[in-house]
């Protein structure tokens, strides 16, 4: 069993809907949850972080984390056809800078 | 200011030959990490150093595999001799000193390296 799962999509979407995002785990001592966002052929861009259990919004964009059910969340609103990307979640325990990534989720939104 | 540089962007060599592949992270980031991903397969750690010292390398598949970090600056992974399943994307990444350093990782954009 992968230690985070993350569905590959590909997830496409007319602008301005909604995109959902989410990912499973299996370590319980996880409680730093990464959103990266990465365009094809660059980097990994860190979009937003969370720790532990809740919900934390950046403009458009809302993670969610629900520690009970290890499951974690990306919402994206209004999307835009800027927001097509991969992107990936990770996580890790605290002070521990080895991250575990999902493999990555490709989302296409349409003009 | 200038983010995490990887060079070169994309390396193509035979098995068997040797491959270098440089990083340079974010000015004043004495965190510096390399990370693959092979085709198909999530991003993994490979290892961390804290200015020039190597704090941890329990990711690196084998001892093919090689990394320094001069001065503290510039980071180097030398593969050699190189196999197929070396093949893929090396990530670089840089984190300073402070509050979430260790989660607050820049990532570079990569080198992706095929071998034939």
């Known amino acids: 069993q992968k230690e985070v799962e993350q569905d590959p999509g590909p997830l496409s979407v007319p602008e301005g809907a909604i995109v959902s995002l989410n990912c499973t785990y299996s370590?319980?001592?996880?409680?730093?949850f990464m959103w990266y966002r990465q365009y094809s052929r660059k980097g990994p861009e860190l979009l937003m972080y969370?720790?532990?259990?809740g919900n934390k919004e950046d403009g458009r964009f809302t993670a969610q984390v629900d520690k009970s059910s290890k499951y974690i969340s990306l919402f994206i609103r209004d999307s835009q056809p800027s927001d097509s990307a991969t992107y990936l979640c990770?996580?890790?325990?605290?002070?521990?800078?080895?991250?575990?990534f999902g493999a990555g989720t490709t989302v296409t939104v349409r003009a | 200011e200038a983010g995490v540089t990887q060079f070169p962007s994309h390396s193509v060599i035979e098995k068997g030959q040797t491959v270098t592949l440089r990083c340079d992270p974010i000015?004043?980031?004495?965190?510096l990490y390399w990370y693959r991903r092979v085709m198909g397969k999530e991003i993994k750690f490979l290892l961390h150093?804290?200015?020039?010292?190597?704090?941890?390398e329990s990711g690196m598949p084998n001892n093919r595999f090689l990394a320094e970090r001069t001065g503290g600056t510039y980071s180097t992974l030398k593969v050699q001799p190189a196999e197929l399943e070396d093949s893929g994307v090396y990530f670089c990444?840089?984190?300073?000193?402070?509050?979430?350093?260790?989660?607050?990782?820049?990532f570079g954009p990569g080198t992706r390296l095929t071998v034939t």
């Open positions: 990444a840089s984190s300073q000193e402070g509050t979430g350093w260790w989660y607050e990782q820049y």
């Open positions: 370590n319980s001592a996880f409680q730093y």
């Open positions: 969370t720790y532990s259990s």
């Open positions: 990770a996580m890790t325990v605290s002070n521990d800078y080895k991250l575990s």
């Open positions: 000015s004043g980031h004495d965190n």
């Open positions: 150093f804290v200015k020039e010292s190597k704090q941890d």
